[in-house]
Protein backbone atom coordinates (compact mmCIF):
# COMPACT_ATOMS: atom_id res chain seq x y z
CA UNK A 1 0.00 0.00 0.00
CA UNK A 2 1.70 3.14 -0.73
CA UNK A 3 2.26 5.87 1.97
CA UNK A 4 2.30 9.50 1.72
CA UNK A 5 5.94 10.60 2.65
CA UNK A 6 5.30 13.62 5.96
CA UNK A 7 7.77 15.55 6.60
CA UNK A 8 8.45 16.12 10.30
CA UNK A 9 6.95 19.05 11.88
CA UNK A 10 5.13 20.03 8.47
CA UNK A 11 1.63 22.21 7.91
CA UNK A 12 -1.01 21.27 5.33
CA UNK A 13 -0.35 21.65 1.96
CA UNK A 14 -2.07 24.52 0.46
CA UNK A 15 -3.78 23.34 -2.94
CA UNK A 16 -4.37 27.01 -2.82
CA UNK A 17 -1.38 28.18 -3.46
CA UNK A 18 -1.09 31.43 -6.31
CA UNK A 19 2.97 32.53 -6.65
CA UNK A 20 1.05 35.34 -9.20
CA UNK A 21 -0.92 36.46 -6.01
CA UNK A 22 0.93 34.95 -2.63
CA UNK A 23 3.28 37.46 -0.75
CA UNK A 24 5.36 34.49 0.43
CA UNK A 25 5.55 30.54 0.19
CA UNK A 26 6.53 28.46 3.16
CA UNK A 27 8.12 27.79 5.20
CA UNK A 28 6.39 24.44 7.00
CA UNK A 29 4.18 22.81 4.13
CA UNK A 30 3.84 19.25 3.58
CA UNK A 31 3.78 18.54 0.26
CA UNK A 32 1.33 18.33 -2.70
CA UNK A 33 -0.51 14.33 -2.65
CA UNK A 34 1.16 13.62 -5.68
CA UNK A 35 1.89 9.83 -6.70
CA UNK A 36 5.41 10.36 -6.98
CA UNK A 37 5.80 11.29 -3.31
CA UNK A 38 3.13 8.80 -2.58
CA UNK A 39 5.21 6.22 -3.74
CA UNK A 40 8.98 7.57 -2.89
CA UNK A 41 9.37 5.79 0.06
CA UNK A 42 11.30 7.21 3.09
CA UNK A 43 13.05 11.08 2.17
CA UNK A 44 16.35 11.23 2.48
CA UNK A 45 18.24 13.33 5.25
CA UNK A 46 19.14 17.28 4.42
CA UNK A 47 21.01 19.90 6.92
CA UNK A 48 17.54 21.30 8.16
CA UNK A 49 16.41 24.99 8.36
CA UNK A 50 19.35 27.48 8.68
CA UNK A 51 19.35 28.33 12.43
CA UNK A 52 21.74 31.58 12.29
CA UNK A 53 23.66 34.00 10.53
CA UNK A 54 26.06 32.62 7.92
CA UNK A 55 28.65 33.54 4.87
CA UNK A 56 29.06 31.37 1.94
CA UNK A 57 30.26 31.51 -1.11
CA UNK A 58 27.65 30.31 -3.27
CA UNK A 59 23.80 30.17 -2.45
CA UNK A 60 21.22 27.90 -4.70
CA UNK A 61 17.91 29.52 -4.02
CA UNK A 62 16.13 26.67 -4.82
CA UNK A 63 16.40 22.84 -4.43
CA UNK A 64 14.27 20.97 -7.32
CA UNK A 65 16.03 19.84 -10.34
CA UNK A 66 18.18 22.58 -11.62
CA UNK A 67 19.10 24.10 -8.32
CA UNK A 68 20.48 20.59 -7.27
CA UNK A 69 22.43 19.84 -10.27
CA UNK A 70 23.65 23.33 -9.51
CA UNK A 71 25.31 22.48 -6.59
CA UNK A 72 26.38 18.91 -8.01
CA UNK A 73 28.52 20.41 -10.96
CA UNK A 74 29.57 23.73 -8.66
CA UNK A 75 31.14 20.80 -6.81
CA UNK A 76 32.11 18.18 -9.25
CA UNK A 77 33.69 20.77 -11.92
CA UNK A 78 34.69 23.48 -9.39
CA UNK A 79 35.05 21.83 -6.18
CA UNK A 80 32.55 24.68 -4.71
CA UNK A 81 30.33 23.50 -1.53
CA UNK A 82 27.42 25.16 -2.77
CA UNK A 83 24.29 26.24 0.23
CA UNK A 84 20.79 25.38 -1.36
CA UNK A 85 18.16 27.36 0.48
CA UNK A 86 14.81 25.47 0.00
CA UNK A 87 11.26 27.56 1.18
CA UNK A 88 9.30 24.40 1.87
CA UNK A 89 10.77 20.35 1.75
CA UNK A 90 13.05 19.52 -0.91
CA UNK A 91 12.17 19.57 -4.39
CA UNK A 92 8.46 20.88 -2.86
CA UNK A 93 7.72 22.80 -6.22
CA UNK A 94 7.97 21.42 -10.01
CA UNK A 95 10.30 18.66 -9.37
CA UNK A 96 7.83 16.22 -7.29
CA UNK A 97 4.61 17.86 -9.11
CA UNK A 98 5.24 16.98 -13.16
CA UNK A 99 4.70 14.00 -15.44
CA UNK A 100 7.76 12.13 -15.01
CA UNK A 101 8.30 12.65 -19.01
CA UNK A 102 12.08 13.74 -20.14
CA UNK A 103 12.08 14.58 -23.87
CA UNK A 104 14.14 16.13 -25.81
CA UNK A 105 13.79 19.79 -25.16
CA UNK A 106 14.36 22.52 -23.30
CA UNK A 107 11.19 24.65 -24.21
CA UNK A 108 8.53 25.00 -25.93
CA UNK A 109 9.37 25.83 -29.60
CA UNK A 110 10.05 23.17 -32.08
CA UNK A 111 13.02 22.93 -34.00
CA UNK A 112 11.09 24.71 -36.92
CA UNK A 113 10.43 27.44 -34.86
CA UNK A 114 14.04 27.65 -33.57
CA UNK A 115 14.61 28.30 -37.17
CA UNK A 116 11.98 30.87 -37.68
CA UNK A 117 13.38 32.59 -34.78
CA UNK A 118 16.97 32.52 -34.69
CA UNK A 119 18.19 31.34 -37.86
CA UNK A 120 19.39 27.54 -38.67
CA UNK A 121 23.17 27.83 -37.47
CA UNK A 122 21.59 28.58 -34.08
CA UNK A 123 18.98 26.29 -34.13
CA UNK A 124 21.54 23.54 -35.04
CA UNK A 125 23.52 24.38 -32.16
CA UNK A 126 20.78 24.63 -29.82
CA UNK A 127 19.65 21.04 -31.33
CA UNK A 128 23.81 20.38 -30.56
CA UNK A 129 22.88 21.48 -27.09
CA UNK A 130 19.90 19.54 -26.19
CA UNK A 131 21.67 15.90 -27.27
CA UNK A 132 24.77 16.84 -24.98
CA UNK A 133 22.05 17.87 -22.36
CA UNK A 134 20.22 14.03 -22.64
CA UNK A 135 23.78 12.33 -22.46
CA UNK A 136 24.30 14.39 -19.38
CA UNK A 137 20.78 13.38 -17.60
CA UNK A 138 21.71 9.80 -18.45
CA UNK A 139 25.08 9.95 -17.33
CA UNK A 140 23.70 11.94 -13.45
CA UNK A 141 21.10 8.38 -13.09
CA UNK A 142 23.49 6.24 -14.24
CA UNK A 143 26.62 7.02 -12.53
CA UNK A 144 25.05 8.02 -9.68
CA UNK A 145 23.18 4.50 -9.05
CA UNK A 146 19.84 7.13 -9.09
CA UNK A 147 17.34 4.73 -8.58
CA UNK A 148 13.95 6.88 -10.08
CA UNK A 149 12.66 3.65 -12.36
CA UNK A 150 14.33 4.83 -15.93
CA UNK A 151 12.28 3.59 -18.91
CA UNK A 152 14.52 4.66 -22.01
CA UNK A 153 12.41 4.15 -25.08
CA UNK A 154 11.77 7.31 -26.95
CA UNK A 155 9.30 9.64 -27.22
CA UNK A 156 6.17 9.61 -29.31
CA UNK A 157 4.69 12.47 -30.24
CA UNK A 158 0.69 11.51 -30.90
CA UNK A 159 -1.33 13.35 -33.74
CA UNK A 160 -4.85 13.42 -31.93
CA UNK A 161 -6.60 14.07 -35.17
CA UNK A 162 -5.85 13.72 -39.11
CA UNK A 163 -4.97 17.39 -39.44
CA UNK A 164 -2.43 17.03 -37.40
CA UNK A 165 -0.45 14.67 -39.13
CA UNK A 166 1.24 16.90 -42.19
CA UNK A 167 2.66 19.07 -39.27
CA UNK A 168 4.34 15.94 -37.90
CA UNK A 169 5.61 14.58 -41.07
CA UNK A 170 6.93 17.94 -41.80
CA UNK A 171 8.75 18.25 -38.68
CA UNK A 172 10.20 14.49 -39.50
CA UNK A 173 11.50 15.40 -42.55
CA UNK A 174 13.33 18.69 -40.77
CA UNK A 175 14.92 16.40 -37.95
CA UNK A 176 16.77 14.23 -40.35
CA UNK A 177 17.82 16.12 -43.17
CA UNK A 178 18.66 19.51 -41.13
CA UNK A 179 19.50 17.68 -37.84
CA UNK A 180 20.65 14.19 -38.73
CA UNK A 181 18.55 13.12 -36.28
CA UNK A 182 16.71 9.77 -36.46
CA UNK A 183 12.93 10.38 -35.64
CA UNK A 184 10.28 8.44 -37.78
CA UNK A 185 6.52 8.03 -38.56
CA UNK A 186 4.33 5.66 -37.25
CA UNK A 187 1.28 5.02 -39.08
CA UNK A 188 -1.84 4.74 -36.97
CA UNK A 189 -1.82 0.26 -37.34
CA UNK A 190 2.05 0.76 -36.49
CA UNK A 191 1.41 2.89 -33.47
CA UNK A 192 -1.78 0.53 -32.52
CA UNK A 193 0.11 -2.80 -32.96
CA UNK A 194 3.13 -1.59 -31.21
CA UNK A 195 3.14 1.14 -28.65
CA UNK A 196 -0.88 1.85 -27.43
CA UNK A 197 -4.10 1.74 -28.50
CA UNK A 198 -5.01 5.46 -28.23
CA UNK A 199 -8.47 5.81 -30.01
CA UNK A 200 -7.56 9.57 -31.14
CA UNK A 201 -4.18 8.65 -32.98
CA UNK A 202 -3.93 8.91 -36.68
CA UNK A 203 0.19 8.43 -36.17
CA UNK A 204 2.78 9.76 -34.61
CA UNK A 205 6.49 10.82 -34.63
CA UNK A 206 8.80 8.83 -32.86
CA UNK A 207 12.30 10.64 -31.07
CA UNK A 208 15.00 8.33 -30.19
CA UNK A 209 15.28 10.02 -27.28
CA UNK A 210 12.78 9.78 -24.16
CA UNK A 211 12.94 8.50 -20.80
CA UNK A 212 10.05 8.28 -18.14
CA UNK A 213 11.44 8.52 -14.56
CA UNK A 214 9.75 8.82 -11.18
CA UNK A 215 9.95 12.16 -10.73
CA UNK A 216 10.67 12.29 -6.85
CA UNK A 217 13.40 9.45 -6.96
CA UNK A 218 15.40 11.59 -9.36
CA UNK A 219 14.68 14.44 -6.87
CA UNK A 220 15.78 12.76 -3.97
CA UNK A 221 18.73 11.44 -5.81
CA UNK A 222 20.02 14.63 -6.80
CA UNK A 223 19.74 15.76 -2.90
CA UNK A 224 21.71 12.56 -1.63
CA UNK A 225 24.62 13.33 -4.68
CA UNK A 226 24.49 16.72 -3.79
CA UNK A 227 25.04 16.23 -0.33
CA UNK A 228 27.94 13.17 -0.69
CA UNK A 229 29.86 15.89 -2.82
CA UNK A 230 30.14 18.59 -0.17
CA UNK A 231 26.96 20.97 -0.88
CA UNK A 232 24.24 21.69 2.38
CA UNK A 233 20.48 21.50 1.70
CA UNK A 234 17.98 23.91 3.60
CA UNK A 235 14.35 23.34 3.52
CA UNK A 236 12.01 25.63 5.37
CA UNK A 237 14.05 28.46 4.79
CA UNK A 238 12.61 30.83 1.85
CA UNK A 239 14.03 33.99 0.90
CA UNK A 240 12.20 36.99 2.47
CA UNK A 241 14.43 39.51 1.24
CA UNK A 242 17.49 40.40 -0.78
CA UNK A 243 19.57 42.65 -0.39
CA UNK A 244 23.35 43.57 -2.41
CA UNK A 245 25.44 45.64 -0.25
CA UNK A 246 29.12 45.88 -0.55
CA UNK A 247 29.06 43.12 -3.36
CA UNK A 248 27.70 40.78 -1.01
CA UNK A 249 23.98 39.38 -1.34
CA UNK A 250 22.17 39.03 2.16
CA UNK A 251 19.62 36.50 1.64
CA UNK A 252 17.05 36.68 4.80
CA UNK A 253 15.41 33.91 6.03
CA UNK A 254 13.65 32.73 8.88
CA UNK A 255 16.47 31.16 11.20
CA UNK A 256 19.14 33.86 9.72
CA UNK A 257 20.61 35.94 6.97
CA UNK A 258 22.84 34.15 4.80
CA UNK A 259 25.68 36.87 3.17
CA UNK A 260 26.51 35.17 -0.45
CA UNK A 261 29.34 36.11 -2.86
CA UNK A 262 27.16 34.63 -5.37
CA UNK A 263 23.39 33.22 -6.02
CA UNK A 264 22.07 30.90 -8.13
CA UNK A 265 18.42 31.17 -8.45
CA UNK A 266 16.77 28.17 -9.52
CA UNK A 267 12.93 28.16 -8.17
CA UNK A 268 10.77 27.79 -11.50
CA UNK A 269 7.59 28.72 -11.39
CA UNK A 270 7.31 29.09 -7.41
CA UNK A 271 9.33 31.78 -6.25
CA UNK A 272 6.88 34.92 -5.29
CA UNK A 273 6.89 37.93 -7.22
CA UNK A 274 8.07 39.92 -4.52
CA UNK A 275 11.83 37.56 -4.26
CA UNK A 276 13.63 40.16 -6.16
CA UNK A 277 12.56 43.29 -8.24
CA UNK A 278 15.33 42.09 -10.88
CA UNK A 279 13.35 38.64 -11.28
CA UNK A 280 9.72 40.53 -10.96
CA UNK A 281 7.42 39.31 -13.78
CA UNK A 282 9.96 37.24 -16.10
CA UNK A 283 7.45 34.71 -16.07
CA UNK A 284 4.01 33.28 -16.49
CA UNK A 285 3.23 30.48 -14.31
CA UNK A 286 0.58 28.35 -15.62
CA UNK A 287 -1.66 25.46 -13.84
CA UNK A 288 -1.11 21.93 -14.94
CA UNK A 289 -3.52 18.71 -13.59
CA UNK A 290 -2.37 15.22 -13.34
CA UNK A 291 -4.19 11.66 -12.00
CA UNK A 292 -3.11 8.51 -11.86
CA UNK A 293 -5.48 5.38 -12.24
CA UNK A 294 -5.50 2.47 -9.68
CA UNK A 295 -3.54 -0.33 -10.68
CA UNK A 296 -5.43 -1.73 -14.19
CA UNK A 297 -6.91 -4.77 -14.60
CA UNK A 298 -5.46 -7.55 -16.98
CA UNK A 299 -8.36 -6.75 -19.61
CA UNK A 300 -7.58 -3.05 -18.97
CA UNK A 301 -3.79 -3.53 -19.56
CA UNK A 302 -5.19 -5.27 -23.16
CA UNK A 303 -7.90 -2.94 -24.08
CA UNK A 304 -4.93 -0.16 -23.42
CA UNK A 305 -2.70 -1.61 -25.11
CA UNK A 306 0.05 0.20 -24.14
CA UNK A 307 3.42 -1.40 -24.36
CA UNK A 308 6.08 0.77 -24.27
CA UNK A 309 6.68 3.03 -20.81
CA UNK A 310 8.01 5.94 -22.95
CA UNK A 311 6.74 9.20 -22.72
CA UNK A 312 3.05 9.79 -24.73
CA UNK A 313 2.47 13.64 -25.33
CA UNK A 314 -0.68 14.22 -27.81
CA UNK A 315 -0.70 17.31 -30.50
CA UNK A 316 -2.94 19.57 -28.67
CA UNK A 317 -1.69 22.99 -27.91
CA UNK A 318 -3.41 22.62 -24.42
CA UNK A 319 -1.71 19.02 -24.70
CA UNK A 320 -2.25 15.74 -22.97
CA UNK A 321 0.84 14.09 -21.35
CA UNK A 322 0.53 10.27 -20.36
CA UNK A 323 2.23 6.88 -19.83
CA UNK A 324 1.93 3.59 -18.43
CA UNK A 325 3.74 3.47 -15.03
CA UNK A 326 5.99 0.18 -13.75
CA UNK A 327 3.23 -0.66 -11.40
CA UNK A 328 0.54 -0.73 -14.03
CA UNK A 329 -1.00 2.37 -12.91
CA UNK A 330 -2.02 5.24 -16.01
CA UNK A 331 -0.60 8.58 -15.28
CA UNK A 332 -2.64 11.38 -17.37
CA UNK A 333 -2.10 15.31 -17.39
CA UNK A 334 -3.04 18.43 -18.87
CA UNK A 335 -3.45 22.18 -18.49
CA UNK A 336 -5.99 22.98 -15.72
CA UNK A 337 -7.21 26.32 -14.07
CA UNK A 338 -5.92 29.55 -14.14
CA UNK A 339 -5.85 30.94 -10.89
CA UNK A 340 -4.98 29.14 -7.74
CA UNK A 341 -8.31 30.24 -5.81
CA UNK A 342 -9.71 28.12 -9.27
CA UNK A 343 -7.51 24.78 -9.05
CA UNK A 344 -10.39 22.64 -7.42
CA UNK A 345 -13.25 23.09 -9.76
CA UNK A 346 -14.39 19.89 -10.40
CA UNK A 347 -14.72 21.28 -13.96
CA UNK A 348 -10.71 20.52 -15.04
CA UNK A 349 -10.87 17.10 -12.93
CA UNK A 350 -14.06 16.32 -15.42
CA UNK A 351 -12.29 17.36 -18.25
CA UNK A 352 -9.31 15.63 -17.60
CA UNK A 353 -10.86 12.32 -17.16
CA UNK A 354 -12.99 13.14 -20.11
CA UNK A 355 -9.29 13.17 -21.76
CA UNK A 356 -8.32 10.14 -20.79
CA UNK A 357 -11.31 8.24 -22.12
CA UNK A 358 -11.36 9.55 -25.16
CA UNK A 359 -8.29 8.20 -25.78
CA UNK A 360 -8.80 4.63 -23.77
CA UNK A 361 -12.44 4.31 -24.16
CA UNK A 362 -12.06 1.30 -21.34
CA UNK A 363 -11.05 4.01 -18.79
CA UNK A 364 -13.72 5.66 -18.58
CA UNK A 365 -15.14 6.24 -15.13
CA UNK A 366 -12.01 4.66 -13.48
CA UNK A 367 -11.11 5.29 -10.16
CA UNK A 368 -8.19 7.55 -9.34
CA UNK A 369 -5.60 6.65 -6.54
CA UNK A 370 -3.88 10.45 -7.08
CA UNK A 371 -4.78 13.67 -8.57
CA UNK A 372 -2.32 16.80 -7.83
CA UNK A 373 -1.82 20.37 -9.99
CA UNK A 374 1.29 22.37 -9.82
CA UNK A 375 2.50 25.15 -11.54
CA UNK A 376 4.74 25.59 -14.55
CA UNK A 377 7.36 28.25 -15.33
CA UNK A 378 6.54 29.29 -18.79
CA UNK A 379 8.41 32.69 -19.75
CA UNK A 380 6.74 34.88 -22.50
CA UNK A 381 8.27 33.57 -25.33
CA UNK A 382 8.30 30.19 -24.64
CA UNK A 383 12.01 29.51 -24.31
CA UNK A 384 14.29 29.25 -20.98
CA UNK A 385 16.91 31.19 -20.16
CA UNK A 386 20.16 30.19 -17.76
CA UNK A 387 21.97 33.88 -17.62
CA UNK A 388 23.08 36.24 -15.44
CA UNK A 389 21.76 39.38 -14.86
CA UNK A 390 24.35 42.49 -15.66
CA UNK A 391 23.15 44.73 -12.96
CA UNK A 392 23.19 42.53 -10.09
CA UNK A 393 26.60 41.21 -9.50
CA UNK A 394 27.12 38.00 -8.92
CA UNK A 395 23.24 36.69 -9.27
CA UNK A 396 22.60 34.23 -11.94
CA UNK A 397 18.99 32.37 -13.24
CA UNK A 398 18.21 29.51 -14.64
CA UNK A 399 14.48 29.70 -15.29
CA UNK A 400 11.25 29.29 -18.24
CA UNK A 401 11.72 25.39 -19.11
CA UNK A 402 7.51 25.71 -19.74
CA UNK A 403 6.87 21.99 -18.58
CA UNK A 404 10.03 20.83 -20.84
CA UNK A 405 12.27 20.71 -17.67
CA UNK A 406 12.80 17.10 -16.38
CA UNK A 407 15.93 16.05 -18.76
CA UNK A 408 17.19 20.02 -19.68
CA UNK A 409 17.26 20.99 -15.88
CA UNK A 410 20.54 18.92 -15.53
CA UNK A 411 21.96 20.54 -18.44
CA UNK A 412 20.49 23.93 -17.03
CA UNK A 413 22.07 23.43 -12.99
CA UNK A 414 25.54 22.61 -15.26
CA UNK A 415 25.24 25.82 -17.32
CA UNK A 416 24.51 27.97 -14.06
CA UNK A 417 27.27 26.81 -12.02
CA UNK A 418 29.78 27.30 -15.06
CA UNK A 419 28.52 31.09 -15.13
CA UNK A 420 28.44 30.81 -11.09
CA UNK A 421 32.13 29.67 -11.20
CA UNK A 422 33.03 32.68 -14.13
CA UNK A 423 33.37 30.32 -17.43
CA UNK A 424 32.22 30.91 -20.67
CA UNK A 425 28.96 28.50 -22.40
CA UNK A 426 28.34 28.20 -25.74
CA UNK A 427 27.13 31.20 -27.61
CA UNK A 428 22.89 30.63 -27.77
CA UNK A 429 20.35 32.68 -27.27
CA UNK A 430 19.23 30.97 -24.19
CA UNK A 431 22.57 32.02 -22.87
CA UNK A 432 22.76 35.34 -23.72
CA UNK A 433 19.84 37.02 -23.45
CA UNK A 434 17.51 37.40 -20.60
CA UNK A 435 13.73 36.00 -20.12
CA UNK A 436 11.45 39.07 -21.60
CA UNK A 437 10.18 41.04 -18.65
CA UNK A 438 6.27 41.72 -19.01
CA UNK A 439 6.26 44.21 -15.88
CA UNK A 440 2.69 45.40 -14.66
CA UNK A 441 1.48 43.59 -17.70
CA UNK A 442 1.42 39.98 -16.13
CA UNK A 443 -1.54 39.96 -13.46
CA UNK A 444 -3.45 41.12 -16.74
CA UNK A 445 -2.30 38.50 -18.80
CA UNK A 446 -4.13 36.37 -17.08
CA UNK A 447 -7.46 37.49 -18.66
CA UNK A 448 -6.06 37.08 -22.19
CA UNK A 449 -4.91 33.75 -20.89
CA UNK A 450 -8.73 32.82 -20.37
CA UNK A 451 -9.41 33.97 -23.92
CA UNK A 452 -6.41 31.70 -25.29
CA UNK A 453 -7.81 28.56 -23.67
CA UNK A 454 -11.09 28.89 -25.12
CA UNK A 455 -9.47 29.68 -28.76
CA UNK A 456 -6.91 26.55 -28.43
CA UNK A 457 -9.24 24.34 -27.20
CA UNK A 458 -11.78 25.44 -30.19
CA UNK A 459 -8.99 24.47 -32.45
CA UNK A 460 -7.57 21.29 -30.32
CA UNK A 461 -11.11 19.69 -31.02
CA UNK A 462 -11.86 21.00 -34.31
CA UNK A 463 -11.49 18.16 -36.85
Known amino acids: MDVMAKRAGSVPFDPFYDPMTAPKLGPGSDYAPTYWIGTAGEIPDDDGPVTGDMDVDVAVIGSGYTGLSCAIHLAKMHGIKATVLEA?????GCSTRNGGQAQISSGRLKRSQWIARWGLDAARALHDEVVEAFDLFRGLIRDHGIDCQPQDGGHYYIAHKASAMPALE?????LNETFGYGARMLDRDELFRTVARDHEAHGAMWEPDGVGIHAARLAFGYLRVARELGATVHPDSPVQGWVLKDGIHHLRTPGGTVRARRVAVATAAYAPRALHPRLKDRLMPIMSNSVVTRVLTADELDAVGIRKLSPLTDTRTLRHYYRLLPDNRLQIGSRAAITG??????AHLKALREGMARKFPVLRGIDLDYSWWGWVDVSHDMMPRITGLPDLPGAFYALGYGGNGVMYSAMAGRRMAQLVAGETVP???????ELPHEGWKTPFRRLGQWGLYHLY???????
Open 427 to 433: DLPIFNT
Open 88 to 92: NGVAY
Open 170 to 174: SETRL
Open 341 to 346: RDAANP
Open 457 to 463: HFRDERK
